[in-house]
């Protein structure tokens, strides 16, 4: 499983990145993957307002590590946590230029009625840390996190927020700060680290695994977590599958094949799925493995690969044993 933490503060060390990473090394601890994306760093281009992402369902801006990494990396994830300072009563401007080119995921969701496969199970946290006490302090904040949420499918779960803390590291003091880390941990982390994984495995990792690992979860929600990988990936999913899942209306954006040990690093599975006959070998030794014997599909058309969707959608009924 991975958590995604964005964390918001221009101030590096400060106590928005202090809050953050506490959590993250606890989380890491628990047996997550963890991945911290310094926005104010990230050199991530402002949207546009264009209205490219209503009409293509892609950002028109393309080169930027919001389109080359961070939608791949909010898709992947199963817990995002968006952590920001107060400022001027709302969130700090850096991470507002995250959230608004999450509009181009607004737009899959509610133009193109896409459902992201992991949008049963994904969550979301809101960290936030404030000089002041006023009462009203954290109120913008939450209504942005809530449509952010909203927008990159993942249940808003709660927030830690706290006030009176001004200088760098005026965090680390502040009581209660530890049972609320443990109790966020105990509450959200744990459940997800303890689902069961199912690896799919096939050639290429760019058409049967992922259209499997994507039926997969859709179908089974939260009662376990599925990923994809290929023997010897290729460099971007198959157009025609993507196009195919589009009609029935599962998103398979920003997700790209990767390497069986890469899968491995996040995820130890608790069965592998090896998809067809091309992979002779057991992929990951020691872990108990099913085998599928569906076969690529030959030909290119979109009704050879809707037949084969329909032949995974038979094959997935038979995880409902292994899911007890
Ligand atoms: C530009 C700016 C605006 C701020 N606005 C507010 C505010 O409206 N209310 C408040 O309580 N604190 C405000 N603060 C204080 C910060 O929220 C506070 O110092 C926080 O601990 C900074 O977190 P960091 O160390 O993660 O950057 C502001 C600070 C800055 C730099």
Redesign the pocket.
């Known amino acids: 499983m991975l958590i995604l933490g964005l964390q918001g ?3 590096k060390g ?4 202090t809050l953050l990473a506490s959590f993250l090394e606890q989380a890491g601890q628990m047996g997550a993957a963890v991945k911290t994306i310094q926005v104010a760093r990230a050199g991530i281009v402002p949207c546009k307002g264009c209205g490219y992402c209503e009409t293509h369902g892609t950002c028109v801006i393309s080169d930027d590590p919001m389109s080359t990494e961070i939608f791949g990396l909010l898709r992947q994830a199963d817990l995002v946590v968006a952590a920001t ?5 709302g969130i700090s401007a850096q991470l507002k230029v995250l959230i608004d080119r999450c509009q181009t995921l607004w737009s899959r969701k509610y133009v193109y009625k896409l459902k992201d496969p992991l949008a049963a199970t994904r969550k979301g946290l809101l960290f936030s ?6 009462r009203q ?1 954290f109120d913008g904040i939450h209504l942005t996190a809530k449509y952010f949420f909203d927008a990159i499918d993942a249940q808003f779960s709660h927030a830690l927020t706290y ?1 009176g ?4 590291g ?2 680390r003091h502040h009581a209660g700060l530890a049972a609320d880390i443990d109790e966020t941990i105990r509450k959200t982390v744990l459940p997800m680290v303890k689902r069961k994984n199912v690896l799919f495995i096939s050639s290429t990792g760019a058409c049967r695994a992922p259209m499997a690992a994507a039926m997969a979860q859709q179908r089974f929600g939260d009662g376990f977590r599925t990923g994809f990988a290929g023997m010897r990936p290729a460099a971007e999913l198959s157009a025609l599958m993507s196009q195919t899942m589009q009609q029935v209306g599962v998103d398979m954006g920003y997700r790209k094949p990767q390497r069986v040990d890469q899968a491995l690093n996040d995820t130890t599975p608790d069965l592998t799925i090896v998809i067809g006959n091309a992979v002779e070998k057991i992929p990951v030794p020691g872990i108990k493995t099913v085998r599928w014997p569906l076969p690529e599909p030959v030909s290119s058309d979109e009704a050879a690969i809707d037949r084969m969707r329909l032949s995974i959608e038979t094959h997935i009924d038979t995880l409902m044993e292994f899911l007890g």
Do not use: C, H, M, Q
Request: charged content about 20%; glycine content about 12%; aromatic content about 12%.
């Open positions: 503060s221009p101030r400060g106590n928005t990145d300072p107060v400022f001027f009563y840390v404030a000089a002041s006490g006023g302090l006030r803390v001004e200088s760098k005026a965090i």
